[in-house]
């Protein structure tokens, strides 16, 4: 018997949304159906409550996340961040790829499949719609082929209003992100002459989006992704990806029910003992053996009727193994059941396992580099874990103003002029005072008592007086940064005076 061997690699050599002329092959995938498609449908729901919701829940007043990178304003899970912190967040940032890394050498394109943004909104928002107006692959082709009709004009306006709509909707969301809901309703309650630049900001991501869901759509994954190159180096033979069984499909071929089927024999003798067929049809293939005749190669399991290519999005063909632009979204596994049931073979011909689980039946998910990975992603969260718990509300900077000397206030005092920075982490306002700790200093502050807005910066100046009363004076003072009656920060500082 001949030993199944993985399709031949040609389809490497080019993309298959791209003919030979380099001229864009426009892809019309069959709508999938399954317990996969059920379940991402599901998931999907929940994931556009969140991404849709998560501006508009407040914490305390403030938002649970906001990107403001335009201010520099950076609240994570109700946490401040300022340029200040721009270790934490890079930490994170570091944190958050090795964890990438981590989910995609054990589980693949997992993530792509069942939560990535662009796969949601495309197969689940945008390709609904198309469904829901257009209707399934073969009327879509046919619609794209036939002549501007009408009824062709009113579908296609349907659809490219609704495809608008939804662009608006996620353009102003992502706006909520970056600036947040109040500045979004006041660009939005304002005209666009009394806000040009939100305005201009809007429409350019509604035709972003526009241009993303409507006519890049797979190329988004396929050439533009980052994390879809990264598939090439992430990946292993024991990642977990949505894979063909190419041991139990192949040699493929149309369904012949007078085949032999490809079970083994159970050496259980009796056609030798009953010089007969057994009632199995193995039998076809022993009576060849004793006859001399050659038995035709039994068929796999795949009846190459072409499905899982027909459901594929990004126009791909699984059977010719693990692809850059395979999204693992699961379409190619539904269609395959629901044939294998028809068959009445066993499901799971394409499924998720590794390319070792279908060569040589084991799964390995905690391979040396998983391992490795595990490690240091531990110690990165520990390490994050500790800085953040370990971060302080407040950030005082004292200095003694720059060039200056110490000033004598005729003859009574000396006064040191000096400039403060005051960094508000929490999400409160903090209205400040600064007391000079030991108390002979007098703290002035240069404007009144300054206070802080919650994630905001200020600066201001202050003199420390001293009174020449014949005491001395101190090499240095302590400076005491309060507010509400807690102290936040104590600062020791220089003092010049005409003593030093
Ligand atoms: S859907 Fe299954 S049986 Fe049909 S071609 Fe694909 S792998 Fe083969
Ligand atoms: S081969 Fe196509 S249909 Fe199958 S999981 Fe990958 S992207 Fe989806």
Known sequence: MSIPQPPKDDFRNHIATVDEAGKRLWVFPKQPEGRFYQRRTLLS???????????????????????????RRFILFGL???????????????????????????????????????TTFME??????????????????????????????????????????????????????????????????????????????????????????SYMREQVCIAVCPYGRLQGV???????????????????????RGQPKRTSCTSCASCRENNSACTDRILQRMEDNLTGIAPPPPKGDCIDC???????????????????????????IDACDAVMDKVDRPRGLIRYDSE???????????TPRAMAYSALLLALVALNVWLLSSRDGVDVILLRAPGSLYHTEADTAVSNLYTYQVVN?????LPLTFVADGGRAEVRTVGGTPAVPPGEIVE?????????DGNGYPDEIVVSVRSGGEELKRITTSFLHPSN
């Open 80 to 118: 401040h961040f300022t340029p200040q912190d721009f270790h934490l967040f890079a930490l994170l940032m570091v944190t958050a790829m090795v964890f990438i890394v981590l989910f995609t050498v054990v589980f693949g394109r997992l993530f792509c499949g069942w939560v990535c943004p662009q």
């Open 425 to 429: 982490k929490t999400g409160l306002e």
């Open 124 to 213: 689940m928002v945008f390709r609904k719609i198309e469904y829901w107006i257009e209707g399934d692959a073969n009327a879509q082709k046919r619609l794209a082929k036939a002549p501007w009709t009408p009824d062709k004009v009113r579908k296609k306006a349907l659809k490219h209003g609704l495809f608008l709509l939804v662009s608006a909707l996620i353009a102003h969301t992502f706006l909520a992100y970056i600036i947040g809901t109040d500045g979004l309703l006041e660009i939005v309650q304002q005209s666009p002459l009394e806000a040009p630049g939100g305005f201009l900001a809007i429409v350019a991501f509604i035709g972003i989006f526009y241009a993303v869901f």
């Open 45 to 71: 729901y929940l994931l556009l409550a969140i991404l849709f919701g998560l501006p508009w829940i407040r914490v305390g007043g403030e938002p649970v996340f906001l990107f403001n990178v335009l201010e």
């Open 460 to 468: 201001g100046a202050l003199f420390l007086v001293v009174p020449a």
């Open 356 to 366: 070792r689980g279908v060569r040589e039946g084991k799964r390995r998910i905690w």
């Open 306 to 332: 072409g499905l899982c290519v027909q459901v594929c999005p990004t126009g791909i063909d699984i059977r010719n193994g693990i692809q850059m632009e395979c999204i693992n979204c699961t379409a190619c």
């Open 234 to 256: 992430l990946l292993d033979d024991d990642s977990v990806n949505v894979i063909y069984d190419y041991e139990r499909g192949e040699p493929r071929g149309k369904i012949d």
